[in-house]
């Protein structure tokens, strides 16, 4: 999501000042760290490790060889073909009557080295399998044989009930593409945006790397692939995001929407138990694919610490309570009571108590959170007087499980004005108030007045779909489990013998106390001159697209390709983010969704000559380009990645190269992510539409761009959130959002099955507000009234 957005304003060399910062460690030596990291985190999953290292198999299948081959030695049979008795040989010579204590141990050691045995080549034949990308390039809907053998074999090698990070040890390690065809498809895919002189001049400046400087520094990269995890996702997080000196809030954070509360800091918590367990099952595409699960372990007890040049990601291995922001006034929660977690009813009596708390806020308090607003090299120096002066407090929030606001005014859709307050729903989401965030954490819960809820996610530790999946349990069960009882309460009884809330004290020193002044009226800045708009598209949904024999996502961003070019009037680099999380600690890749197909179907469409049937067959190849995109991004063949890595080596190298220049150097106005819904099975849509995450957005990447994510909610409804910048004259989230509406309709209404689309819903714009937004309406009714009611 967010990820879009950083992306595409990446720009390692440069400080927030502008200043070039050189990367002078020696590329070995760089390369050698990476894989110093890797083996490290190994490391410190041994446990995860021991439990995961044996999968398929389990450590009680030694046990059964081990019996199986004592019986066989009773039996005066001998499995090992001597093996054991050159094994007895080699132990020590206890005397006579330890021969038979001799004999258990060389069957046990022949059993542990066959288990091992049995166990690598288990592994070996998984990561091969997993290796098969050949379904990928299937056409969509379509199962070659090949593809169904490849299924069954995955099934027989994957064991049984698989544990979150089961496949770690299996997964493939994401290949390093070749440099020609990157280079190929990069010019292929900025060809439709550039006129013929510079199209011309940038294949010069192609041509020029490839011969000079392209063989030398894939040679680095394919080193790297082989002795780090993954040749590009630590640079990534690196330099993408800890060396960012930009604010956190708006370029980098993202959030998500729902709309209750009550149980839901509980449930985050069920979450977090069971992750720690590693109860949560792995995600597995078509059922049987598994994905990396290494972003996993960072979603709670994270916090990212400001730095100068360079943040870092601070991960404790677990933290009993959580830090809550209310009026000002920073509260810490325990979340235990004699190790066990509190009930959903004891966690509510503690907010209570917080929101039934009349102190004030203590002097620059209430604006403090703004320094996690302010860019990053300004929050790191300050907080190196903060930790000094109120090392205490500033621990108990950075070591929290995770940060929870309770906001004092309402949000969330309302009856008198649903389009207005979806909207303004949003931008509390994103920003709030500037000061009432604090954005260093993994993720907070804001929870409003009137009970609706959401997240802000501070996006370096991983990408959406992680924190959307605990998203979703998080609903689910606090709607379907936990549940409330029949005077609003949360089920369960309250304990008074739990102390009270303990209230942080902040000994801030004077020197600070301008630079949380600057930081706020930054923050407020930046808050006021983001543009949020989100409006639900309900006159159709992934139903009548998969009907129509396409892809959904596809649909969509050609659409999206219409839409941009009738608001603007030209087409723009588009970046959409797709996951390459089929390899082991893989991330994100971009698919440059602006195609010459894609151009060509847009120009048709603007073009009063051009038949209906001219348009979808345009349409169809459009489609078919960006799922070839789409899958050589998740196979690990894309653009972007390899051409970022190849960049990073040429500054540790010191090489100049103008072609890798100027790749980073565009400036992409359209960046689109889709939300995924993961866990269909927690919810029943179609008889509980109200506990459906509405999805969640992120900033503009451009100062005249769109930021632009969907989600498909259901099969019939799309929600579609945008933002952009109110200083941008070029640009309006709004009107974008018509555009939108109009480019599905009329990509809908060239399929014989859409037609009655435009023809049914075409009235005026504002009754079909109206109706789009009265849809969403009835979610209100799952909200609670007010805060201070006993919700929480």
Known sequence: MAEAHQAVGFRPSLTSDGVEVELSAPVLQEIYLSGLRSWKRHLSRFWNDFLTGVFPASPLSWLFLFSAIQLAWFLQLDPSLGLMEKIKELLPDWGGQHHRLRGILAAALFASCLWGALIFTLHVALRLLLSYHGWLLEPHGAMSSPTKTWLALVRIFSGRHPMLFSYQRSLPRQPVPSVQDTVRKYLESVRPVLSDEDFDWTAVLAQEFLRLQASLLQWYLRLKSWWASNYVSDWWEEFVYLRSRNPLMVNSNYYMMAARAGNAIHALLLYRHRLNRQEIPPTLLMGMRPLCSAQYEKIFNTTRIPGVQRDYIHHLHDSQHVAVFHRGRFFRVGTHSRNSLLSPRALEQQFQRILD????????????????????????????????????????????????????EPAGLTREDPAASLDAYAHALLAGRGHDRWFDKSFTLIVFSNGKLGLSVEHSWAD??????????????????????????????????????????????????????????GAKILSENVDCHVFPFSLFGKSFIRRCHLSSDSFIQIALQLAHFRDRGQFCLTYESAMTRLFLEGRTET????????????????????????????????????????????????????????????????????????????????????????????????????????????????????????????????????????????????????HIEDALLDVASLFQAGQHFKRQFRGSREEDSRRRCGFLSRQTGASKTSMTSPEI
């Not at 309460?489 to 809330?501: I, N, R, V």
């Not at 503009?700 to 969907?710: I, K, L, N, R, T």
Request: charge should be negative; glycine fraction near 6%; aromatic fraction near 10%.
């Open 357 to 408: 708390d009349p102190s004030p806020a203590c002097p620059y308090e209430e604006h403090l959170a703004a320094l996690t607003a302010a860019p990053r090299d300004t929050w790191a120096q300050v907080r190196t007087s903060l930790k000094t002066q109120a090392a205490e407090a500033l621990e108990v929030v950075e070591g929290a499980a995770f940060f929870v606001s309770l906001d004092a």
């Open 464 to 521: 959406c779909p992680i924190s959307g999946h605990m998203w979703e349990f998080t609903l689910a069960t606090e709607c379907f489990q936990l549940g409330y009882s029949a005077d609003g309460h949360c089920k369960g009884h309250p304990d008074p013998t739990l102390p009270q809330p303990q209230r942080l004290q902040w000994d801030l020193p004077d020197q600070i106390h301008s630079s949380i002044s600057v930081a706020l009226r």
């Open 591 to 738: 698919v440059r969704s602006c195609t010459r197909e894609a151009c060509s179907f847009v120009r048709a469409m603007e073009d009063k000559e051009k038949t209906d049937p001219q348009c979808l067959a345009l349409f169809r190849v459009a489609v078919d380009k960006h799922q070839a995109l789409l899958k050589a991004a998740m196979s690990g063949q894309g653009v972007d990645r390899h051409l970022f890595a190849l960049y990073i080596v040429s500054r540790f190298l010191h090489l100049q190269s103008p072609f890798l220049t100027q790749v980073h150097s565009e400036q992409w106005q359209l960046s689109t992510s889709q939300i995924p819904v993961q866990q269909m099975h927690l919810f029943d849509i179609h008889n509980y539409p109200d506990y459906v995450s509405s999805g969640g957005g992120f900033g503009p990447a451009d100062e005249h761009g769109y930021g632009v994510s969907y989600i498909f909610m259901g099969d019939d409804m799309i929600t579609f959130h945008i933002s952009s910048k109110k200083s941008s004259t070029k640009t309006d989230s709004h009107r974008l959002g018509q």
